[in-house]
């Protein structure tokens, strides 16, 4: 669930006020994530307020963010990016990392967070079709998003950072199969029943007609 920018232009040819609209929709969604849920993540609240709206940008520009929206509140989100080369041994051009998965306590516990997780993979995979690996890191305190990775299929790695609370890696290879069972699992059905249920849909932020 670490979160690492990645810089690039604007690849979507979306308007300027729509992206600065949304880019807003992330800082928030990122600073409520962070205060309902600060044992999920590395950073904080105050690390989120220091960043300017230029970062959020750059952060829609450069990664896959998928939010789930209700009544005109993001009540999930959902992070897809590149490795960073620095610090990741994976291929720019076959993998990403899945980072700052949360959803809001209220609606926990009726799948939504694996819908939104499966609906971000999805959306990945339509942009880049060479993309074989999701990977992500996961604090071993954080019981309940290692049984949601788990169920979905991801595996366990022998990687592990080792700091103030201990991180280990998933990783899921995005095979034919795999493929399948995600496009079977963010169909139209899925999502009208989501909407009718939980008043709940999906997007990318950042791009035109994503929903």
Do not use: C
């Not at 990403?96 to 819908?115: A, F």
């Not at 942009?127 to 305190?141: A, I, Y």
């Not at 009718?196 to 999906?202: A, I, P």
């Amino acid at each position: 669930m670490t979160d690492h920018p990645r810089r690039t232009e604007n690849p979507h040819g979306v308007s300027k006020s729509t992206e600065r609209w949304d880019a807003k929709i992330l800082h928030d969604a990122v600073r409520e994530a962070k205060r309902t849920s600060p044992d999920s993540f590395l950073t904080t609240v105050e690390d989120v307020k220091e960043k300017p709206l230029d970062y959020w940008i750059d952060e829609m520009r450069s990664s896959t963010w998928a939010v789930a929206e209700r009544k005109g509140n993001v009540v999930g989100v959902a992070a897809a990016k590149r490795p960073d080369p620095d610090i990741d041994t994976e291929d720019q051009a076959t993998a990403r990392y899945i980072e700052s998965v949360w959803i809001v306590p209220y609606l926990r516990g009726h799948g939504l967070g694996q819908r939104l997780v499966r609906y971000l993979l999805e959306a990945e995979y339509r942009k880049n079709q060479h993309v074989r690996h999701f990977l992500l890191w996961v604090f071993t305190t954080n019981s309940t998003a290692i049984g949601l990775y788990e169920h979905m299929g991801f595996i366990r790695t022998p990687e592990q950072n080792e700091g103030v609370r201990t991180e280990i890696k998933y990783r899921l290879d995005f095979d034919s199969i795999v493929h399948a069972a995600v496009r079977s699992a963010v169909n139209d059905a899925a999502r009208r029943q989501d909407k009718h249920q939980y008043e709940v849909t999906y997007r990318i932020l950042g791009e035109k007609d994503s929903a």
